[in-house]
Structure formats: structure tokens, C-alpha cells
């Protein structure tokens, strides 16, 4: 058999055996790939009614369950038989379908058209999470616990913090596990990230040190260590030896098994390690202010251990080389769960994109050279990625680089991310200090961040703890905030799987970067007459923003952008044909998000067969309709493919059409 091709194979044994009788089905380039989703196909019929069990297994390193195993009745007739099923996390390789225990006395049967082909990625984890809600200030510790469509949190420490008590010198990694264990006894996941903001305090005897703090993320008194140094790489290299040793439940010098390690339940709720290069702080490269301390500068102090400054400072070579090295020790020695990694580690034409001026052509070259093999490993779904800098669309030409890594990698479903908004609904800060106001309102902020990472396929999206907080608050803002969360952690995930999805959906928008609407599973189709809005005022700085006149209120959290059809005019969308097909015969809903500012007219959509109807009634807010399907039967009804289009007999602005699926789809995962 090929996979994805229903190839005529007909399996029909002479007689009886009288024993459990056993098919494997097996293509030698077939293989499954973890959280990747699988649909298996195939008909069947016996001499008389019978059941038999159906199950993708691995043909390496063992027989292990790749996420079907399922018992089914057969009968007389031919009967169509059709498995959803997805790849555990953990377990993925060269795999084949089985088919047994037709039981004593099997009769004899009949199996036509085997198929198998890859339908769609979905991470089980995938969600809306907390970030940042545990470090520093504790004010919202709790807020994953306390909301039912937050999946997770961040597990965060500094270096530093996690040096024993007892011994300075070695680790201590249990607070991880005590917030890990709440995470699991709450049924939530969490991330787990290391980050370079403070070391132990025995560093500094033996790695090379700026007498000052060469950035805000330095938390440690004596100064700024010399990450590039080798004794930094080796300790770095060590610690992340011991942390993946705990937790991958292992003693200290992994030896064996340890009690007090994570366990085999609190490591599967790790969603994945939030992977940081510990340089300068938690995040940077260089000194927030002026270039790196020269060779000869009197700041440095050189411990007796240190054995000597080490290579000499190269913004190019010495962050490239140190990269490499603590990205291989992550590989090797963390769990085998996602790590994620930043974008910009990957798509390295950021630095050049941010920093144009700052390389040379050969520089320029060596790190373009970096950008392939490190893009290989996303490819491989080896590794995932995330942004910190993810705003309602892309601020600049080095953010165009990065939400190319989305497109390119997440939203097809090759590998996981996940996002995380700059600073906060209300205000961006520069590195300066500067405080520069949204141009759009809080609501409007938090919603439209959600969907541009919906529709850049990342499965992990994030909130800090405050903006979680706000939706507990029983006033307009909170109810915007809570509704627009709740519609993230419905489809977060769900991008590259169109056969299980809730749902698909366009916002309607242009904007000035990564233009169009944002979709999901669905697209508007192009020559319809019908304009952008709002028409953005010439001195607009997409960087910092001025503030735009939104379309509607502003206090609702739809109106950043939008599109006008005309009176009589039309507006078509194109649904994915996977998700099509998945709905056919059940229930949908259409929900469609319009701009409620006529007194006078109404508008039609033609859909599944269907023509309903919507009157306006100028309450100059923005309103929601949803139609019932009893049947779903969604099919084209014009050259273009359309499968629903909106009528209005006036101008009307919409900002969204979405189809709900009103059942859950049905499909199988590994018993683990």
C-alpha cells in the first residue's frame, strides 16, 4: 500500500484457519510523526458477523501503539470503514496498520482499498497560557488555576535560583517540580524556562566578569559574566545536564531512577521548554546602551580560575559559535518534548533586517549561512519556535522575517509555536523608556493579537497574568477581554488539522504588514467589490502607532479593522475542503459579525443551500448573528468555488464569517 493513494488491494483467504488471524498492511516509506493526525481508510465484510480490531503500530524499535487501536463489528455487507487518530507526543517512526483477532473460528473476510494519508497537526496541549504570571510579582500567581479556558502556565526560574542551600556548588531543581505538581493537581500544563538572569555565585570565580550590569536583565550584583567564555559554555552545558536529568526523573549523576525527580505524570504535563541562551540576562546579546567593553577595558575582572579572558569579542562570530553550543546541549539533554527556541535563531536574516547597518558583506554572509541547516530542524518538526514581539501585525521589515517563520512552519503544520505580545493592551515601552500609547483600544489589542497568531498557526498562545485578570472583572472591558480569550483557546491549535477543527473563519482586514485578512481554514475570495477599513491617516508610524479611527466602538473589540461591501454588492468565502468534507450530514452553525448602522435594509447569506436572512436596525454597534444547519451540506454554487456568499441591499461592514462545527469531531489518540 502507498500511503495516500486507496490502492485496490483485496485480502480474502481461501478458508477458515480457525485461529486469530492477523493482516499487516506496511509501505516501507511509511512513517508516523508525533501530534501529526492520520486518517486510515478501508472497506470491509466477513462470511457472517464477526469483529475484528484495527491498529497503526511501530515496525521500529518495538511495537509500540502510534495512536489507533480499536475493536469493530463487521457484517455480511460491505461496510465503509474511516479512523481519525493522532500520533502520540512522545512516539513516532516507521509504522504499519494491523488488522487481527478475528477471533476462534474467524469466518472468512473480504478488506478492499486500504488507504492511510496525513490529515492535520494538532499539538494535545495546545491553548491559551499564562506567562510571566509567577515571576517577580506574585500578585496573579494562580490565574492558570482560576479560569477554565487558560490551559497552562509558566514555570520560570533564574540560573542563580536554583543553587542548593545546602551546597552552593550543586543544583537544587525542586521548586520546578513543587509548581509543576500544582500545575498537575489543578489539571493544567505548564512551560518549564531557565533563564541567565542571575548564576551561582561560584561563576564568578571562575568566568571573567564586566564590573557592572551590561543590561536591565542582569540581576547579579558583581556584574555581567563573559558568556562567550569557555568555563561559562561548560557550566552552562552542565546545568542543562542536571535539569534535564531531573527532569527526565533521573538522580543527579544519572544513575538511576530518583524518587524525588519529576515523574513520569508531572513531565507529561510539560508542554514543552521555553528554551533561552542565558547571554546577557535572560535575553540579549550586547549592552542595552553602547557596544560590548573592549579587550583592554579595566572593567573586566579576571578570576585566577578563569584562566584568562578567552576569545576575543566578535558581535558575528562569538554569538553564532556560543548559539550552536547551548542549542546542541538543549537537544541532548532536555526530555524528549518540544523545545522552543526564538524565531530569530532560526530565521537569522532578523539580525541583518533589525540591524542593516551593523555587518559587513562577509558578516552578512556568515550569518545568512546559519539560516538553512537551523531551518532544517524545524522542517523535522525537531524543534518549535516563539516570538516575544507579537503585536495586531507586524511592526517592521525584521518582523516580516519572523512571521515568515509562521507561515512557513506553523501554520502548514510542519512544527509547533508560540507567541507572546509586547508589553502590554495599553502601551508600548521603547528601549529608551519612552512610553508610546496602542492605536487601537485594550480590547481591540488583546483580540486582533489573538487572531493574528491564529492565523499564523501558532498552538501556543500566551497572556500575562494582569490581562488574564481583567476578564474576572463583571464590567464591558472584562467581557471583551473574556470573550475574546475564550474564542483564542477554542481554535489555538487547530490551524493545520481541518478534519477535527471547531470551526473556520476570515477577519476581515488589509492593514499596512502580512496584509489581507486574517483566516483560518477559510478564505474571502478576491474580485468582489468592497474596501478596507479604516483608511489609515498618512503620518501613521507603523512601529509606535498614532491612534486610528476605529470602525464602530471602540470599546467593542472587533473594529481595528474591517471590510465595506456595497449596496447590491456581494461577498464570497472558499471553505477548506477537508473541513468541508468532515461536516458533511451534521449540524453547523454560521456566525457572521456585522456592523449594525442602517435603519434601514438587511442582508442575505446563501450557504449550504440555505438563504438566510438578517434585518439592520442602526444601533451603530457592533452585532453577531448565528444561523443553524441542521445538515450540513456545503458545496460551491459558483465558477470560483464559492460556498458562502453575503448579500446586502445596503453598504454593509462586516468584520467576521465564521462555520462552528455544533458536534466535536471524533478521533483516537494513543493509549500511553
Known amino acids: 500500500m502507498e500511503p495516500g493513494k486507496e490502492t485496490a488491494l483485496l485480502l480474502q483467504p481461501a478458508r477458515p484457519t480457525g485461529k486469530s488471524g492477523t493482516v499487516w498492511l506496511s509501505h516501507g516509506g511509511l512513517q508516523i510523526r508525533r501530534d501529526h493526525l492520520y486518517q486510515v481508510k478501508f472497506l470491509a465484510r466477513a462470511e457472517k458477523p464477526a469483529e475484528f480490531r484495527v491498529r497503526v503500530?511501530?515496525?521500529?524499535?518495538?511495537?509500540?501503539?502510534?495512536?489507533?487501536?480499536?475493536?469493530?463489528?463487521?457484517?455480511?455487507?460491505?461496510?465503509?470503514?474511516?479512523?481519525?487518530?493522532?500520533?502520540?507526543?512522545?512516539?513516532?517512526?516507521?509504522?504499519?496498520?494491523?488488522?487481527?483477532?478475528?477471533?476462534?473460528?474467524?469466518?472468512?473476510?473480504?478488506?478492499?482499498?486500504?488507504?492511510?494519508?496525513?490529515?492535520?497537526?494538532?499539538?494535545?496541549?495546545?491553548?491559551?497560557?499564562?506567562?510571566?504570571?509567577?515571576?517577580?510579582?506574585?500578585?496573579?500567581?494562580?490565574?492558570?488555576?482560576?479560569?477554565?479556558?487558560?490551559?497552562?502556565?509558566?514555570?520560570?526560574?533564574?540560573?542563580?535560583?536554583?543553587?542548593?542551600?545546602?551546597?552552593?556548588?550543586?543544583?537544587?531543581?525542586?521548586?520546578?517540580?513543587?509548581?509543576?505538581?500544582?500545575?498537575?493537581?489543578?489539571g493544567k500544563c505548564a512551560w518549564v524556562e531557565v533563564m541567565g538572569t542571575s548564576h551561582p555565585e561560584w561563576m564568578f570565580e571562575s568566568v571573567p566578569y564586566y564590573h557592572k550590569e551590561l543590561n536591565r536583565q542582569v540581576y547579579d550584583k558583581k556584574g555581567s559574566l563573559r558568556y562567550w567564555h569557555p568555563n561559562y559554555i561548560a557550566a552552562h552545558k552542565d546545568m542543562l545536564r542536571q535539569l534535564g536529568r531531573y527532569l527526565n526523573g533521573l538522580k543527579p549523576d544519572g544513575s538511576g531512577p530518583d524518587p524525588d525527580a519529576v515523574n513520569d505524570t508531572e513531565r507529561k504535563a510539560i508542554v514543552g521548554i521555553r528554551q533561552t541562551f542565558a547571554a546577557i540576562g535572560g535575553e540579549p546579546w550586547e549592552p542595552e546602551v553602547g557596544e560590548m567593553p573592549g579587550e583592554d577595558d579595566p572593567g573586566w575582572i579576571v578570576p585566577k580560575k578563569a584562566g584568562g579572558l578567552g576569545?576575543?569579542?566578535?558581535?558575528?562570530?562569538?554569538?553564532?559559535?556560543?548559539?550552536?553550543?547551548?542549542?546542541?546541549?538543549?537537544?541532548?539533554?532536555?526530555?524528549?518534548?518540544?523545545?522552543?527556541?526564538?524565531?530569530?535563531?532560526?530565521?537569522?536574516?532578523?539580525?541583518?533586517?533589525?540591524?542593516?547597518?551593523?555587518?559587513?558583506?562577509?558578516?552578512?554572509?556568515?550569518?545568512?549561512?546559519?539560516?538553512?541547516?537551523?531551518?532544517?530542524?524545524?522542517?523535522?518538526?525537531?524543534?518549535?519556535?516563539?516570538?516575544?514581539?507579537?503585536?495586531?501585525?507586524?511592526?517592521?521589515?525584521?518582523?516580516?522575517?519572523?512571521?515568515?517563520?509562521f507561515m512557513d512552519y506553523t501554520r502548514t503544520g510542519r512544527t509547533v509555536s508560540h507567541t507572546e505580545t509586547v508589553h502590554g493592551p495599553e502601551f508600548h515601552k521603547s528601549p529608551s523608556g519612552r512610553v508610546f500609547p496602542r492605536r487601537v483600544s485594550p480590547a481591540q489589542w488583546i483580540y486582533w493579537t489573538s487572531l493574528i497568531a491564529l492565523h499564523e498557526g501558532a498552538s501556543f498562545i500566551t497572556a500575562r497574568g494582569g490581562e488574564l485578570a481583567r476578564t474576572k472583572v463583571d464590567d464591558e472591558e472584562g467581557c471583551e477581554f473574556r470573550d475574546a480569550y475564550r474564542f483564542t483557546a477554542k481554535y489555538a491549535g487547530y490551524?493545520?488539522?481541518?478534519?477535527?477543527?471547531?470551526?473556520?473563519?476570515?477577519?476581515?482586514?488589509?492593514?499596512?504588514?502580512?496584509?489581507?485578512?486574517?483566516?483560518?481554514?477559510?478564505?474571502?475570495?478576491?474580485?468582489?467589490?468592497?474596501?478596507?477599513?479604516?483608511?489609515?491617516?498618512?503620518?501613521?508610524?507603523?512601529?509606535?502607532?498614532?491612534?486610528?479611527?476605529?470602525?464602530g466602538l471602540e470599546s467593542q473589540r472587533y473594529g481595528a479593522w474591517a471590510r465595506k461591501t456595497p449596496a447590491n454588492g456581494?461577498?464570497?468565502?472558499?471553505?477548506?475542503?477537508?473541513f468541508v468534507e468532515s461536516l458533511a450530514g451534521t449540524?453547523?452553525?454560521?456566525?457572521?459579525?456585522?456592523?449594525?448602522?442602517?435603519?434601514?435594509?438587511?442582508?442575505?447569506?446563501?450557504?449550504?443551500?440555505?438563504?438566510?436572512?438578517?434585518?439592520l436596525s442602526k444601533s451603530q454597534m457592533w452585532k453577531e448573528v448565528l444561523f443553524d444547519i441542521p445538515h450540513s451540506a456545503f458545496y460551491p454554487h459558483d465558477k470560483d468555488d464559492a460556498e458562502i456568499t453575503i448579500l446586502p441591499d445596503v453598504d454593509l461592514t462586516l468584520h467576521m464569517v465564521e462555520v462552528q462545527r455544533a458536534q466535536p469531531a471524533i478521533w483516537h489518540t494513543a493509549r500511553q
Not at 498 to 523: C, H, K
Not at 570 to 578: A, E, G, Q, T
Request: glycine share 8%; charged share 30%.
Open 587 to 615: 449540524p453547523a452553525k454560521v456566525r457572521v459579525v456585522y456592523l449594525d448602522n442602517s435603519e434601514v435594509g438587511k442582508f442575505t447569506v446563501a450557504c449550504s443551500g440555505l438563504l438566510f436572512h438578517q434585518k
Open 311 to 405: 576569545p576575543p569579542w566578535h558581535h558575528v562570530d562569538r554569538r553564532l559559535e556560543y548559539e550552536d553550543e547551548i542549542m546542541d546541549a538543549y537537544r541532548k539533554y532536555l526530555p524528549p518534548i518540544y523545545i522552543f527556541a526564538r524565531a530569530e535563531y532560526f530565521k537569522t536574516t532578523w539580525f541583518i533586517e533589525a540591524n542593516p547597518f551593523k555587518y559587513s558583506d562577509s558578516e552578512q554572509d556568515r550569518i545568512r549561512e546559519k539560516e538553512e541547516p537551523r531551518c532544517k530542524l524545524l522542517e523535522d518538526g525537531e524543534l518549535g519556535f516563539f516570538i516575544t514581539g507579537e503585536g495586531i501585525e507586524p511592526r517592521d521589515s525584521a518582523a516580516d522575517v519572523l512571521s515568515d517563520a
Open 57 to 186: 503500530e511501530q515496525t521500529d524499535g518495538g511495537r509500540g501503539n502510534l495512536g489507533l487501536d480499536e475493536v469493530v463489528p463487521v457484517g455480511k455487507a460491505w461496510q465503509p470503514y474511516e479512523f481519525t487518530f493522532q500520533a502520540p507526543s512522545r512516539r513516532e517512526g516507521a509504522a504499519r496498520i494491523v488488522i487481527d483477532r478475528f477471533g476462534k473460528a474467524s469466518p472468512g473476510y473480504q478488506l478492499s482499498k486500504p488507504s492511510i494519508r496525513e490529515v492535520g497537526f494538532y499539538h494535545p496541549n495546545s491553548g491559551l497560557y499564562a506567562i510571566w504570571h509567577s515571576w517577580k510579582k506574585t500578585e496573579h500567581r494562580d490565574i492558570y488555576k482560576e479560569l477554565d479556558f487558560v490551559r497552562g502556565g509558566q514555570i520560570v526560574r533564574g540560573w542563580g535560583e536554583m543553587v542548593s542551600a545546602k551546597d552552593p556548588t550543586k543544583y537544587d531543581f525542586s521548586s520546578i517540580r513543587n509548581e509543576l505538581q500544582e500545575h498537575v493537581a489543578a
Open 570 to 578: 456581494r461577498m464570497r468565502f472558499d471553505l477548506n475542503d477537508d
Open 495 to 551: 490551524h493545520a488539522s481541518p478534519t477535527v477543527s471547531p470551526g473556520a473563519w476570515v477577519a476581515m482586514r488589509e492593514g499596512l504588514r502580512l496584509q489581507g485578512d486574517y483566516n483560518f481554514l477559510m478564505t474571502r475570495l478576491e474580485g468582489d467589490e468592497n474596501e478596507a477599513l479604516p483608511h489609515l491617516p498618512g503620518e501613521f508610524d507603523p512601529l509606535y502607532g498614532t491612534a486610528i479611527h476605529c470602525v
